[in-house]
Structures are given as structure tokens and as C-alpha cells.
């Protein structure tokens, strides 16, 4: 079921080229409960942010989808419940694909050490590494308490992505 629903979700985001949708990809697709209980919950993103009428567009299309493609009564009509939403402020990033649109912005990261050992660093994203079209590495520029407005932290820190575990954006006062 959440494949098939996964299939809809895909073809509304690639006939949406060249529309209010250009440019936004899948974070993840969550299908909750069963029966009249089911919730599915979609989450979009796109290199330069989503906006709140991007999602409510997104969420028209991909009802219609459903309806269209899948014939199970659980899933017509007003029998499922549909949220298609953004990842919101203090959001751990899911893809690399989302490390773009963090570009200049604060990031908390837990990482794992040349032991295997989790450690933590809180730093302004200054590059995304590739390699081709590969999100490889992380350049940060580390902050300290106080200094967070200023980004001032010292020399760049090349974290390589595989390392890294859990990647959250702060909230910049």
C-alpha cells in the first residue's frame, strides 16, 4: 500500500515541472492506522525552501492521485486523512539533498569520531561537497556560546557525510 501510494506521490511531483512545484522532491512518506483511521503524511522539501501554498497544492494533486490510481475503498473519499507538509524549524535533516537549502545557516551535528565515538558540533554550514551530482561532505565553520550571530568560530571543519548521524538547523536569534 504505502509503495503504491509512494508511486503517486513521484508522478504528481514529476508532472508538476515547470509549475508552482518545480523543484520540490520527497523527504519521506508516512502511512499511519488502517480503515477510515488511516493518516498519510507526506513531507516536501526543495533546494530553496517550500511554502505553505506549494503544499496545499501538492496536497490537492496527490489526493487526486490516490483516488485515481489506487481502487480501495479505504483509500476514496474522505476515508483517509492527507498531510502534506515541510520540514519545519529544529527538523533533523533526513536527505543530504536538504543540506543545500541549509547553506549559511546553523547547524547542530552529532558525528562520529575517528574512534566511532559520537561527538557534537554546533556550526554555520559554509559548503556542501560534492562529488558529480553526490552530497559527500560538510564544510562547517564552528560557533561558540555567544557567538552564534556572528558565526566567528574559527577555522572550517570538513565533516564527511557518512560520519555524520544526526544533523539539526537552530533557530537564529
Given at each position: ?16 515541472t ?75 535533516v ?61 577555522t ?18
Open positions: 500500500m504505502e509503495e503504491k501510494i509512494k508511486r503517486c506521490v513521484l508522478r504528481v511531483l514529476e508532472l508538476s515547470g509549475t508552482k512545484g518545480e523543484g520540490v522532491y520527497l523527504v519521506r512518506l508516512q502511512v499511519k492506522g488502517s480503515g477510515k483511521h488511516r493518516k498519510i503524511e507526506v513531507l516536501l522539501d526543495s533546494d530553496t525552501g517550500i511554502r505553505i501554498d506549494q503544499c496545499s497544492f501538492f496536497g490537492r494533486r496527490i489526493r487526486e492521485q490516490i483516488e485515481i490510481d489506487i481502487e480501495q475503498p479505504a483509500l476514496t473519499g474522505e476515508d483517509f486523512d492527507l498531510v502534506v507538509s515541510s520540514p519545519g524549524l529544529g527538523e533533523p533526513l536527505m543530504p539533498r536538504q543540506y543545500i537549502r541549509h547553506t549559511g545557516r546553523l547547524l547542530k551535528v552529532v558525528y562520529k569520531g575517528e574512534q566511532q565515538e559520537e561527538k557534537e558540533m554546533t556550526g554555520r554550514l559554509q559548503r556542501v561537497l560534492k562529488s558529480g551530482d553526490t552530497i559527500t561532505a560538510l564544510e562547517l565553520v564552528p560557533v561558540t556560546a555567544g557567538k552564534k550571530s556572528s558565526g566567528s568560530g574559527g572550517a571543519v570538513e565533516l564527511v557525510l557518512e560520519r555524520i548521524v544526526r544533523a539539526v538547523p537552530e533557530v537564529e536569534w
